[in-house]
């Protein structure tokens, strides 16, 4: 089992950044790490991810070029560092983890609230 431990929520005003961050109790196990996030009121949708091992990354054409994942080896932890924030990225953001059995996203945070005001 994978305990995916999020921290770095906030309020923020449009333009502004905030990072995230992700940190797998049990990294050996993990394959893939995901942001997810969910809007009021809409679906959850991912964000970005990262191979834990190759490090290669994906984004939703939504966050391109604003958002970036990375990991840290060292510290064990995935970051999701995310600049020029809109309203429209106000949302509860979850860290996902993949393992290495499964193809799906297993393992989730508790979430943490991204509010961006205008």
């Known amino acids: 089992q994978v305990q995916l431990v999020e921290s770095g929520g906030g309020m923020v005003q449009a333009g502004e950044s905030l990072r995230l961050s992700c940190a797998p109790s049990?990294?050996?196990?993990?394959?893939?790490v995901g942001w997810f996030r969910q809007p009021p009121g809409k679906e959850r949708e991912i964000v970005a991810s990262?191979?834990?091992?190759?490090?290669?990354?994906s984004y939703a054409d939504s966050v391109m070029d604003r958002f970036t994942i990375s990991r840290d080896n060292a510290r064990k932890t995935v970051f999701l560092q995310m600049n020029s924030l809109k309203p429209e990225d106000t949302a509860v953001y979850y860290c996902?983890?993949?393992?290495?059995?499964?193809?799906?996203?297993?393992?989730w945070g508790q979430g943490t609230q991204v509010t961006v005001s205008s």
């Open positions: 049990r990294p050996t196990l993990v394959r893939n």
């Open positions: 996902a983890a993949k393992g290495r059995v499964f193809s799906n996203y297993v393992y």
């Open positions: 990262i191979n834990w091992d190759q490090g290669t990354t």
